[in-house]
């Protein structure tokens, strides 16, 4: 018996000796890797910001700029069309743009400047940039010299918005800079979706976004026709479309939109979004070619391009097989920027800053690349901007009403593939205008308070409530009052 | 081998046992009571042999024995006798036995026994017969009502589904706070399998409903830290020991018991009955809601016109339309056992084999479970080896609950003048899914219920060894070890739904591609345990008791899971069966966890004692310099009526207890360390998840690193007091506690603005306090009469409040959804539902939208908590001769829920709900319109727009009104009515049978709800059966009572 004692005080120690250390080292996750190259993060934000900006925000955008509305017999996004959006209508957009496509941007900008890549250093910066200022224009001041700290601070306190825009040019300069002085290619591949890791498209995307930063504080004392000049000097935009184009045919693989709203599963299977009669009508009306490209027809009678007002869903006699509606495919791109809509940049900055000088070829140009993106035959556009032609441009008008036929146009060429934007340059410029119901002429481009509006008079929202995830969880934000406050740069009356 | 060949040799020792007596002669005589009145029924038995016989109705008895042998008289409530043969004729005198509580040996942590007058805090033992009257066949399930501060929540009475044991409130944010299981010394798994899924969930049951209630001998329910604190972290939540049954020296034991009981839907939704299909006042035949004109009767066509020609019938109201719909469902439970043993071996083997097919009209609903145990014992000279080995093999289908394509929300999307037996045919050209009346997401609840589906199948197997030596008298040295594994697979599947072209529901949302997913995963489990116990009498007066223990336990566990989201033959599901390729993904995770203990106890002449606890842990889940965690706990037992006896008259016995207790509780694996994970973007519904056309995303994880996470300590006080007054006519058994858990460990949600989304962090501390009470009424003891009655009330307070959260967060989300959120907040009881109220003038009027309906404010507000205010447990136990009559209802008051089927009813205007002014226009009493001008000032004005019939299922589902989907979870059960009777042994005379029970067993046959739950059974939930449980249901399928019988026979 004392042996088996002694045996047994003996296994004991030794198990409690050890018990402490290395043993117990097995909390490394073996499901995830160590470590991931920029490569790798950069694709994902990418996706990231794309999703959103084509996924919760070309919805929103689609409602606000009028393209769709919400469909009768279904209800999905009722509340969206009615302008009563909640407070956590935003989380989604905001949780991903920040967690997860500026979270990995500042990952690859870290490892970027560790290996001395200006390249990759560049095309972060660029992404960053182009994801901030989404965020303020449709959230307003949003946490930025504070963000993305991690734990060390868990209550970043937004900065103002135009702060922010003079920082992100800043911010684009200085990546600019080290790239011009030490240009090292990128090396990105495939794994750059949008432009294959190609620099010299990223560096005309610099300066494309550049302009369009610029433009939206064109009505703020912040505008810079100097350096709006000095970029048209420079004259080097894009000339591809900066655009997520390797979607797939499966599921997990598709465009977001398409995803969510028109797949039969996972999405709500293509049953709430109809085309508004804004857009439709104003296609329709100028014999439009675009119209057909926009919009699949309805599957069910005569006509087969049909509408509805904005907001004039409660029909009960019919589905949104009855109508038409937004033709996006599981691989249609989502884009970030498009060639049209550059040159619908620099119409707006030639009339704006210089004379009008240019503006109208540039114009002409935005339509035909429209039609190129819609992949319709560009004689199309051609008719229509030529003498004569519903959207001929009308020389020297006073600045305003020319350049409400620059944005007009823009509007009528982002549907689809940038709807956000071609709400926010909405709200900037306030065109297409938004007259009573009744009063609109769709042929000219005319927005109306939807049917359905809890708000008053011709009011449409003009920034969104902050997400209730990040009032929550961030004590230095406090909640907006309405969607009717202004972001900064909104103020033409 | 060895276990086996000892089995065989008790069944040879029986029989030369029975052959070799042979002197035998009649013994006789008569038993009373104490005050001479005699007794029948009273159980006469040879000691040593299963020879027996009982008495008759006036006491007299008959028995052949020899001289040498000795009688054990016994009978329930009095003290058992043992009588001498020597005499022919024994007159025997039972006494009342009124030191039952004294007496009783209960197994403490470790596996000890202990009497339990000595222990100083509060446990209930539950014993075979307890637990198995109902022939209930879920451990959990079994408990229900019977233990005070336990809350038993089921998710669902559907077949196979999980039951979860909340002790004392919930302790962890984390969401698991369920006990822990150890049977026979050793911990085993409660994982519980099972999809919140809002789109398609199911429950196949926790790991400890894989235990047959036959083999239990005894269950212990430990509540309090300083009764857990010796095994750990994964005793916060309270243990649950359990003992089970041992073959029994000199008796071979058979014994059988059957269960069979027929279940059938306890509570539908109440529906309205004067107003049918249509939707804005008006009769359209694709509706999925009854928002149409008032029923006139009438004779007229309804759904689609197919092949020119359509199906005409009354517009009337169907009633118990719902309830047409289900069928009677059954269930079965057999249960065999051979036990015996001889001098120093025993051995048990039992099988039970439990089949139920739920009420759904189909097989898509059912469950079956076959358990088989083997355990043995046998000691040479000081080594006693003990082992068992249990194989589990559990399977089953589920019927999914949520939203979509399921079934649940397909019937109640039916209007309630449409019969919905007539769709049971859905491959007619009416009822099919092509034309199927309504192409509103909804489709044919037949084809959902037989074409979508879902397999389980589960191979568990789980045991133990222990060798035990001692040492000397008055110590010995233990060694257990413990494997439990477990395989699952589960495969989903989902038909696709596809209308023919140019039908009416072509192209609608109901349309679906299909899909199929399935699972593997691997549990296992392996736990060592060291313990060298000693008993010392110090002196006369004094004894000590002490255990050192050593454990290790590590868990490990591997899964491969694929989807593929399309099927295209129908009626065959496989990921193949498709255009696209499925994606699988993998997951294997290892913990492990090292302790060292020791418990002492001090006797002072064994009536009072004191013991203390000491245990250091080590985890590898925590960061290396937290992972040492050191914790203890100190109790004291006074059995004061031994201290003054004098006393005993009117306290026959009583105890004070109180104690202090800590315990250490880690995390998850992987929680501290920053990970990169695979490019997988969230849409919403759907995601964009990488590799796709060659390119291949990883991203930094949205999860925060920690190293500087500690482990949760929950530290608890506690005193009771066990009495028992008049001879036991009343029993009271009482505690208060108060526990905290500091440093919550939980997913601390991070502002995405950080560049994370959360972070494993310590938090809060959330506090319960509590009282529990259980007294027993013996109000007529079974004795002279022949009849008896006693009533048992359980009843417990617990307070659960999140009383500190780390100030930088606000509040804390649990879950629910983005409207109406299962939330806690600092100094508020753990868990609130918030959610979406009106938008109110400063005068706090209604605002409300052109419609008259009330638009919905931008702040969200807490409509209340979700905890019960008590939990009441009223048994009542009557038995006349040899019929018994148990019955008992479970009590629940208070506490809120979320229920779909509330908000889903009232969107189709089925609800009796939506039937406010007889669905004529009103006005929202004193409501008023908002208008903002320009310059953003606001103005007011009465409202004077009625809520028209066209606009009424706006109001009914308006998001301002989600208050209306939130109901009082209040109930009361008539949980259990067993009627049995005891064959007496007179009738069963020669024959084989020792012993044939027969009883009528009736569960959950009433249910009482408050009048704002119009719905569902409360107990009902989609959200598991934890913490995130409290949410409420997401259209989950109903629940039932269930009328049966059972059958229980010993040879």
């Known amino acids: ?413 982002l549907a689809n593939l940038n709807n956000i934007e071609a709400y926010i340059e909405a709200t900037r410029t306030k065109f297409p205008e938004v007259v009573p119901f009744g009063t609109q002429d769709y042929s000219i481009g005319n927005r109306i308070p939807s049917r359905t509006s809890i708000l008053t008079g011709t009011t449409i929202p003009s920034i969104l409530f902050y997400p209730q995830n990040e009032v929550d969880r961030n004590t230095s934000i406090k909640q907006r009052t309405s969607i009717t406050q202004k972001v900064w740069w909104d103020q033409k009356n | 081998m060895k276990l086996k060949f000892n089995g065989i040799l008790v069944l040879l020792l029986v029989l030369v046992t029975q052959l070799t007596f042979a002197q035998e002669r009649a013994v006789s005589g008569t038993v009373s009571d104490n005050s001479g009145m005699p007794l029948p029924g009273v159980s006469v038995l040879i000691k040593g042999t299963r020879t027996g016989t009982q008495t008759d109705f006036d006491g007299k008895f008959t028995i052949k024995a020899s001289t040498s042998q000795i009688l054990v008289f016994s009978y329930i409530g009095m003290k058992s006798q043992e009588v001498s043969a020597a005499t022919s004729t024994i007159n025997v005198k039972l006494k009342d036995d009124s030191v039952e509580l004294e007496g009783v040996v209960v197994t403490t942590a470790l596996g000890i026994k202990r009497e339990k007058k000595s222990l100083g805090y509060s446990s209930t033992t539950i014993n075979s017969e307890q637990l198995n009257r109902a022939s209930q066949g879920n451990v959990a399930d079994a408990l229900k009502g019977k233990v005070a501060g336990v809350t038993i929540s089921s998710a669902s009475t559907d077949p196979g589904a999980s039951s979860g ?188 084999n439990s089949q139920q097919d739920g009420i759904m009209p189909s097989n898509a609903d059912q469950f079956e479970r076959n358990t088989l145990g083997l355990s043995g014992t046998s000691k040479v000279n000081n080594i006693t080896i003990t082992g068992s080995l249990n194989y589990v093999n559990t399977g089953g289908s589920a019927v999914a609950t949520g939203q979509g394509l399921t079934v649940m929300n397909d019937l109640m999307q039916i209007p309630t003048d449409i019969p919905i037996t007539e769709f049971k045919d859905y491959n007619n050209k009416f009822h099919n899914v092509s034309n199927y009346y309504t192409p509103y997401g909804v489709t044919n609840p037949y084809f959902t219920l037989n074409e979508n589906g879902s397999k389980y199948a589960k191979d568990r197997i789980y045991g133990s060894i222990e060798v035990k030596a001692d040492i000397n008298k008055w110590s010995n040295i233990i060694y257990r070890f413990g494997l439990d594994q477990s395989s699952e697979s589960l495969a989903v599947w989902e038909e696709r739904v596809d209308a023919a072209p140019g039908s009416p529901n072509d192209g609608s949302s109901t349309e679906q591609p299909g899909s199929y997913g399935e699972s593997k995963t691997i549990a296992k489990q392996i736990n060592h345990e060291f313990l060298y116990n000693l008993d010392l009498k110090l002196s006369t007066d004094l004894e000590l008791q002490s255990s050192f223990g050593f454990n290790m336990n590590q868990r490990t566990g591997s899964s491969i899971s694929g989807t593929v989201g399309s099927q295209d033959i129908a009626g065959f599901h496989s990921f193949d069966n498709s255009t696209e390729n499925a994606k699988a993904t993998s997951n294997r995770t290892e913990r492990k966890l090292y302790g060292i203990y020791n418990s002492t106890t001090v006797s002072y002449k064994n009536q009072l004692f004191l013991t203390t606890t000491l245990r250091n842990d080590w985890y590898s889940t925590l960061p290396e310099e937290n992972r040492s965690v050191l914790y203890g706990g100190i109790n004291a037992s006074w059995a004061f009526t031994d201290t003054f006896p004098g006393i005993k008259d009117v306290v026959n016995f009583g105890k004070l207890r109180a104690n202090y207790g800590e315990t250490g509780v880690d995390t998850d694996p992987y929680q501290i360390l920053p990970v990169y994970v695979k490019g997988d973007i969230a849409l919403g519904f759907g995601n964009l998840t990488y590799p796709f056309n060659g390119i291949n995303g990883y991203e930094v994880g949205n999860r925060a690193a920690n190293p500087d996470l500690k482990p949760e300590r929950r530290k608890e006080y506690e005193f009771g007091l066990e009495a028992s007054f008049f001879k036991n006519f009343i029993n009271i058994d009482v505690s208060y506690y108060d526990s905290k858990v500091v440093n919550q460990i939980i997913a601390l949600p991070l502002a995405a603005s950080t560049g994370y989304t959360s972070q494993t962090a310590n938090v809060g501390t959330i506090g319960n306090k509590g009282f529990e009470g259980l007294v027993t009424f013996n109000w007529i003891k079974p004795k002279s009469t022949g009849f008896g009655w006693s009533t048992t009330v359980n009843y417990s307070t617990n307070n659960s409040v999140l009383e500190k959260l780390d100030p930088r967060l606000g509040q804390l989300n649990l879950g629910g959804t983005s409207a109406i959120a299962l939330i806690a907040k600092e100094g508020s009881p753990l868990a609130l539902i918030e959610g979406n109220v009106p938008e109110r003038d400063p005068n706090g009027n209604i605002v409300v939208d052109a419609n008259g309906i009330p638009v919905t404010s931008t702040q969200k507000e807490v409509y209340g908590d979700t905890q019960y205010d008590y939990t009441m447990g009223v048994g009542n136990t009557l038995s006349y001769k040899n019929f018994s009559l148990d019955f008992s209802f479970d009590i629940r008051q208070g506490g809120l829920m979320f229920s779909r089927t509330a908000d889903i009813t009232r969107f189709t205007g089925n609800s009796i709900t939506t039937t406010y002014n007889n669905r004529q226009p009103f006005v929202v009493p004193g409501s008023v319109t908002k208008a903002t001008a320009a310059d953003g000032s606001v103005t007011y004005t009465p409202n004077s727009t009625p809520v028209d019939i066209e606009h009424q299922d706006d109001y009914y589902s308006a998001a301002a009104l989600g208050r209306e989907t939130v109901i009082d979870k209040s109930f009361v059960k008539l949980r259990e009515v067993v009627i049995g009777y005891e064959f007496p042994k007179k009738l069963l005379g020669t024959s084989p049978i020792q012993s044939l029970s027969f009883s009528v067993i009736g569960r959950n046959l009433f249910l009482w709800t408050p009048k704002s739950n119009q719905y569902i059974d409360p107990e009902t939930s989609t959200f598991g059966t934890d913490l995130r449980g409290q949410y409420g249901e997401f259209s989950s399928n109903p629940s039932t009572r269930s009328i049966g019988f059972s059958v229980k026979a010993n040879f």
């Open chain 2, 165 to 352: 044991v909340i002790i004392r409130g919930f302790s962890s944010l984390s969401g698991n706070n369920q006990p822990l299981y150890v049977v026979d010394g050793i911990p085993i798994n409660n994982g519980s399998t099972y999809s919140d899924s809002l789109n398609g969930g199911y429950d196949f049951g926790r790991g400890s409903g894989d235990i047959n209630p036959e083999d239990i001998e005894t269950m212990s329910i430990l509540k309090g830290a300083a009764a857990t604190a010796l095994y750990g972290s994964r005793a916060a939540s309270g243990v649950i020991l359990i003992t089970t049954k041992k073959g029994k020296a000199g008796k071979l034991d058979i014994s059988f018991s059957n269960a069979t009981s027929f279940t059938e839907i306890l509570r539908t939704p109440k529906y309205q009955s004067e107003f049918g299909q249509g939707w804005n006042g008006q009769h359209f035949l694709g509706e999925n809601g009854s928002w149409g004109p008032k029923f006139d009767g009438v004779v007229r066509p309804w759904g689609n016109v197919v092949d020119n020609s359509q199906l005409i019938k009354p517009y009337s109201f169907q009633k118990d339309q719902l309830e047409h719909f289900f069928e009677t469902g059954t269930n079965a439970l057999n249960s065999l056992s051979i036990s015996g043993g001889n001098g120093d071996s025993s051995v048990r083997l039992s099988y039970s």
């Open chain 1, 1 to 413: 018996m004392k042996n088996i004692s002694k045996i047994l005080t003996i296994i004991f120690s030794i198990g409690i000796l050890t018990s402490c250390d290395g043993d117990l080292d097995v909390n490394t996750d073996p499901n995830t890797p160590g470590n991931i190259t920029p490569a790798l993060a950069l694709a994902s934000a990418e996706a990231s910001i794309i999703s959103m900006t084509g996924g919760e925000f070309a919805n929103l955008g689609g409602f606000y700029a009028q393209y769709y509305t919400q469909a009768p017999s279904a209800g999905q996004y009722d509340l969206l069309d009615e302008y009563n959006l909640s407070t956590s209508f935003g989380d989604r957009a905001w949780n991903e743009l920040y967690s997860g496509g500026l979270n990995d941007l500042k990952y690859v900008q870290t490892e970027a400047s560790k290996d001395g890549n200006t390249g990759q250093f560049l095309i972060a910066t660029l992404l960053q940039s182009y994801t901030f200022q989404v965020l303020v224009d449709v959230f307003g001041d949003v946490p930025y010299t504070e963000a993305l700290g991690g734990v060390s601070n868990i209550n970043p306190r937004p900065t103002p918005g135009d702060e922010i825009y003079k920082d992100l040019l800043v911010k684009i300069d200085a990546a600019l800079a080290a790239y011009n002085s030490k240009p090292v290619a990128s090396g990105f591949g495939t794994q750059d979706v949008i432009y294959g890791g190609d620099m010299t498209h990223w560096v005309k995307f610099a300066n494309t976004l550049k302009l369009k930063i610029y433009l939206r504080m064109a009505y703020t004392p912040l505008a810079n026709p100097a350096a709006v000049q000095a970029l048209l000097a420079q004259n080097n935009f894009i000339t591809a479309d900066a655009a997520f184009a390797k979607f797939g045919t499966e599921l997990s693989q598709r465009n977001p939109f398409y995803e969510v709203n028109l797949s039969s599963s996972p999405g709500l299977g293509d049953i709430n979004h109809i085309a508004s009669n804004t857009l439709l009508q104003f296609y329709q009306l100028n014999n439009d070619p675009r119209r057909d490209a926009v919009y699949r027809p309805n599957t069910a009678t005569i006509p087969a391009y049909l509408g509805l007002d904005q907001g004039n869903g409660e029909n009960l006699t019919n589905t949104a097989i009855s109508y038409a509606r937004p033709n996006i495919v599981a691989q249609t791109p989502v884009y970030l920027l498009s060639v049209a809509e550059s040159n619908f940049l620099k119409a707006e900055a030639l009339i704006r800053y210089s004379g009008q000088v240019g503006a109208k070829a540039e114009y002409d140009l935005g339509v035909e690349n429209s039609f190129r993106a819609y992949k319709l035959p560009v004689t199309g556009a051609a008719v229509l901007t030529g003498a004569g032609g519903a959207y001929e441009f009308a020389p020297g008008l006073p600045t305003e009403q020319a350049v409400r036929q620059v944005i007009v146009q823009k509007w009528a060429a």
